[in-house]
Every structure is written in structure tokens, then in C-alpha cells.
């Protein structure tokens, strides 16, 4: 049995005080959340207060980004140690904003992901195809290739370390979720490319869809097989729709 995983991803959103209000509200609901495990990624420079206030709770939390290289000489950057030391769990890899806006490729996204495991985080590795792939009927191409080159690199054992996204570009922050249907088939073919590998990693790896996923239809896709939680923008600002849709998850 795959434990269903709600993460938040806040992206660039937030303040010291409404990070603290909307985490007072996710610890006064959590209770009511009986299997699904939940995650939050906050800025960096929150991890500090969602540490001190998460810390005994049932929440986890993570970063949305972090540095291909250890240490060293690179202004601006978040190595995966500083992120072990305020006890992250998670960390986000490959998000299409990063892949899209700053450049990030497969090659890139392969070397985050490395350091973040071997640092003992749990990456979320984010994968999807624009609304061209999906019109040209590349989809599968495309998820493909995100999610070989982290398998062929690093071998699946690896990969099923680590939590798997699929994220439709054209979903993400646009309120044009997928159908279950839609996102059911592509979880099912990543599955299929796993198996190919692994058949144990495909059977345990948690598969989130992501993409304007909210309250109102989070259970409809959270009941499709093969998707196993939800990565949520949006809808993770408020706590009460996160949390309704971390009840969703069971
Ligand atoms: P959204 O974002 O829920 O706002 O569409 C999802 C994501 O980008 O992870």
C-alpha cells in the first residue's frame, strides 16, 4: 500500500506573519487527517519558523530548490546540507518554473536530484509536458525523457527513493486541471517506464499530480489508481483548502 503524500508548494508567496497564520491553521486541522502524510516546501527564508513550528507536529516540510553543488563559491545559492540542518525532509527538483524560467535541464535537474539523495533528502522530482508536447502528442515522450534521464544516471533504485510529479505545464496555475482520466493514463505510463527497470520501484514510487489541484476536485483524482497525493500551489495558501484536500487523501 502507497502512502497517499500531500505536499504544498508555496512558491514564492508569503510573509513571517501570514507563513505563521497559515501554519497555525494547517496544526489546528491536522488531526483530521487520518493517512495521507503532509509536506510543506517554504521559501528558504522561512525554514527557520516552519522548522520551529512544525517540529513535534505530523508536518513535514521542504524546500522547493536547491543547489547542484555542495559547498562553496556560489553566490546565492542553497546547498542540500543547509537544508539538512533545519531538518527538511523534502526537497523540489525540476519544477517547470525552474525548468521553464531559469534554465534548468534534464542534465541539471539529474545532478539535483543526485546531491539531494545523497544528502538524505527526499527529492520531488517534477515532470510535464506544455500544451504544444500535449497537442503535437509528445506527452509521453516527454515525461519520458524527464524521468530517464534521472533512472538511466542513477539507476531506479534511486529514483524510487524519491517521489515522482506530474505536473501538465499548462495545469499548473491556470485552473485547467487535467481530467483524473488525463492524469490517470500518464501515471499509468510511469509506472510502465519504471517497470520496465524495477517492477518493485514502479509497484511503491508515490506518483502526486499537480496542477490546479483544489478542495473541490481533489478527491476525483486522488481515487484514480495510480495517483498517490497531490503537489499543490495554489490551493496550498489557504488552510483550510489544503487541508480539506489532505482529508481528500485520506
Ligand atoms: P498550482 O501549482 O496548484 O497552483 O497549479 C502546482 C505546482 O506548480 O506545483
Redesign the pocket.
Known amino acids: 500500500m502507497r502512502q497517499p503524500i500531500i505536499a504544498g508548494?508555496w512558491?514564492m508567496n508569503g510573509s513571517r506573519a501570514s507563513t505563521k497564520e497559515l501554519l497555525d491553521g494547517l496544526m489546528a486541522g491536522i488531526d483530521e487527517v487520518k493517512t495521507a502524510e503532509v509536506a510543506v516546501c517554504a521559501p528558504f527564508v522561512y525554514l527557520a519558523e516552519v522548522r520551529a513550528q512544525l517540529s513535534g507536529t505530523p508536518i513535514f516540510w521542504g524546500a522547493q530548490n536547491l543547489s547542484h553543488e555542495e559547498k562553496g563559491a556560489f553566490t546565492g545559492e542553497i546547498a542540500a546540507s543547509m537544508l539538512l540542518d533545519f531538518d527538511c525532509k523534502y526537497v523540489?527538483v525540476g519544477?517547470?518554473?525552474r525548468r521553464s524560467l531559469y534554465g534548468e535541464d534534464d542534465n541539471l535537474v539529474t545532478k539535483k536530484y543526485a546531491v539531494a539523495h545523497r544528502s538524505g533528502l527526499t527529492p520531488i522530482l517534477?515532470v510535464g509536458e506544455t500544451l504544444e508536447e500535449r497537442e503535437k502528442g509528445v506527452t509521453e515522450d516527454v515525461v519520458a525523457r524527464q524521468i530517464n534521464a534521472v533512472m538511466n544516471t542513477l539507476g531506479a533504485s534511486v529514483l524510487g527513493e524519491g517521489v515522482i510529479?506530474y505536473?501538465p505545464v499548462w495545469?499548473?496555475?491556470?485552473g485547467m486541471t487535467a481530467t483524473p482520466e488525463q492524469a490517470q493514463e500518464v501515471h499509468a505510463f510511469i509506472r510502465r517506464l519504471i517497470a520496465e527497470k524495477d517492477a518493485h520501484v514502479s509497484d511503491n514510487i508515490r506518483l502526486q499530480y499537480?496542477?490546479?489541484?483544489?478542495a473541490g476536485n481533489a478527491a476525483e483524482l486522488l481515487a484514480m489508481e495510480d495517483i498517490d497525493g497531490g503537489?499543490?500551489?495554489?490551493?496550498?495558501l489557504k488552510a483550510e483548502d489544503f487541508l480539506s484536500i489532505c482529508r481528500a487523501a485520506g
Open positions: 508548494n512558491k523540489i519544477h517547470s518554473e517534477c510529479a505536473e495545469a499548473i496555475g491556470t499537480g496542477g490546479s489541484m483544489n503537489l499543490i500551489g495554489g490551493a496550498s
